[in-house]
């Protein structure tokens, strides 16, 4: 969804209250562990944040707080639980124009070893497709910042903007884990 103007926090929990029974603005079943073959792009980014169980637990409370996204993308509500089936949204501004971005969360991980969850695009997205955060222990002590996608346009200016908005794609994620880098160190 598009503005000319940042909406109000009032008015985006009132969108975000209006979009809980909206589906979601794809048809592919099975997530980003088996993205779709064709029309989408599938990425993934791996960082090193670091080694040990301090680490481990500052990340997956960093993840917890919404720390991997940057001050230019704003997540609303700011403290919102990542709870399966919640809609949350998230606003930027880009070439002038507001951007809202609404995602229901799909899945959660916590284990042992995993912590994270996936979110799904819905219609009022510019983009369509999954996202996955994640932070991962692995069995040497060492801890991982992964964020996992398919996605493809969906807003006519998105499609237009291709190169652009895939640019925005990949300074989120460098900008991403930067803030999950600093959140432990």
């Given at each position: 969804?598009?503005?000319?103007?940042?909406?109000?926090a009032?008015t985006?929990?009132s969108?975000?209250?209006?979009?809980?029974?909206?589906?979601?603005?794809y048809?592919?079943l099975?997530g980003?562990?088996?993205?779709?073959?064709?029309?989408?792009i599938?990425?993934?980014?791996?960082?090193y944040?670091?080694?040990?169980?301090?680490?481990?637990?500052?990340?997956?409370a960093?993840?917890?707080?919404w720390?991997m996204?940057?001050?230019?993308?704003?997540?609303?509500?700011?403290c919102?639980?990542?709870h399966?089936?919640?809609v949350?949204?998230?606003?930027?501004?880009?070439?002038?124009?507001?951007?809202i971005?609404?995602c229901?969360?799909?899945?959660?991980?916590?284990?042992?070893?995993?912590?994270?969850f996936?979110?799904?695009?819905l219609?009022?997205?510019?983009?369509?497709g999954?996202?996955?955060?994640?932070?991962e222990?692995l069995?040497?002590?060492?801890?991982w910042?992964?964020?996992?996608?398919?996605?493809?346009?969906?807003?006519w200016?998105?499609?237009l903007?291709f190169?652009?908005?895939?640019w925005w794609q990949?300074?989120?994620?460098?900008?991403?884990?930067?803030?999950m880098?600093?959140?432990?160190?």
């Open positions: 969804m598009l503005k000319f103007r940042l909406p109000e009032a985006i929990a969108l975000i209250k209006s979009w809980h029974r909206e589906p979601l603005s048809h592919h099975g980003v562990l088996a993205p779709p073959e064709l029309g989408f599938f990425d993934v980014h791996r960082v944040l670091g080694r040990g169980p301090e680490i481990y637990q500052a990340a997956n960093a993840l917890d707080a720390v996204f940057p001050a230019w993308a704003v997540i609303y509500p700011q919102a639980p990542q399966v089936g919640s949350v949204a998230m606003v930027t501004r880009i070439c002038g124009l507001w951007w971005n609404p229901r969360i799909l899945h959660r991980s916590d284990s042992e070893l995993t912590h994270g996936v979110y799904g695009t219609s009022e997205h510019a983009e369509s999954e996202e996955r955060f994640m932070v222990q069995s040497d002590g060492s801890v910042y992964e964020i996992r996608a398919f996605s493809r346009p969906r807003h200016l998105a499609w903007g190169p652009l908005a895939r990949c300074r989120f994620v460098r900008d991403s884990q930067m803030s880098l600093k959140s432990v160190a």
